[in-house]
Antibody
Framework: EIQLQESGPGLVKPSQSLSLTCSVT?????????WSWIRKFPGNKMEWMGY???????NYNPSLKSRISITRDTSKNQFFLQLNSVTTEDTATYYC?????????????????????WGPGTMVTVSS | DTVLTQSPALAVSPGERVTISCRAS??????MHWYQQKPGQQPKLLIY???NLESGVPARFSGSGSGTDFTLTIDPVEADDTATYFC?????????FGAGTKLELK
């Protein structure tokens, strides 16, 4: 079974960088699909942050484009989130998830992507 | 960005039928997906592509809609369905989520 697990500091100071790791078991991240970061703010709002594809290409939410970087270590089957210049507004629970395209009877619909496996999440507080 | 609007909360009795709505600010075709999240847990995929039931999800859950109006139906509702339900669209970039509908059982 595919499992994802986030890890990283739970407390980050304002203006510093937030760095998280997602460790994947049960599936090789270079075999296919995209590997995403999503966050949920206090109050329930959820935001897709970006993904790294199985080939290593990346796509980021434009709202974060100047501050975000998603990379990977294929030897460890891990991918990473770095968010720079954090403020208190970046306080959230951070999830990693697998992003897959809708496939019906073997036909892939490349316009319809959804998150089928999620990690349990890790809470990050930005505070001095 | 495509804004997804959900009603904030619903309260129903076990055994009843409940519909949870999600309205998009622009067409998302059938690129709408539904997740269930219980406190302290990660979201769980229920419905993808507006109406396709994820493997292992009870047939009590169903989804419908296209364009801008979508519905998640639970029939009949069980006590274990107490959770927050999120919609998410993938037709327009960037992917966006609704604010969630909290379902409580009477």
């Amino acid at each position: 079974e595919i499992q994802l697990q986030e890890s990283g500091p739970g407390l980050v100071k304002p203006s510093q960088s937030l760095s998280l790791t997602c460790s994947v078991t049960g599936y090789t991240i270079t075999s296919g699909y995209d590997w995403s970061w999503i966050r949920k703010f206090p109050g329930n709002k959820m935001e897709w942050m970006g993904y790294i594809s199985y080939s290593g290409s990346t796509n980021y939410n434009p709202s974060l484009k100047s501050r975000i970087s998603i990379t990977r270590d294929t030897s460890k089957n891990q991918f990473f989130l770095q968010l720079n210049s954090v403020t208190t507004e970046d306080t959230a629970t951070y999830y990693c998830a697998r992003l897959i395209p809708l496939t019906t009877e073997g036909i892939v619909s490349w316009d319809y992507w959804y998150f089928d496996f999620w990690g349990p999440g890790t809470m990050v507080t930005v505070s001095s | 960005d495509t804004v997804l609007t959900q009603s904030p909360a619903l309260a129903v009795s076990p055994g009843e039928r409940v519909t949870i709505s999600c309205r998009a600010s622009e067409s998302v075709s059938t690129g709408m997906h539904w997740y269930q999240q219980k406190p302290g847990q990660q979201p769980k995929l229920l419905i993808y592509g507006a109406s396709n039931l994820e493997s292992g999800v009870p047939a009590r859950f169903s989804g419908s809609g296209s364009g801008t109006d979508f519905t998640l139906t639970i029939d009949p509702v069980e006590a274990d369905d107490t959770a927050t339900y999120f919609c998410q669209q993938s037709w327009n970039d960037p992917y966006t989520f609704g604010a969630g509908t909290k379902l409580e059982l009477k």
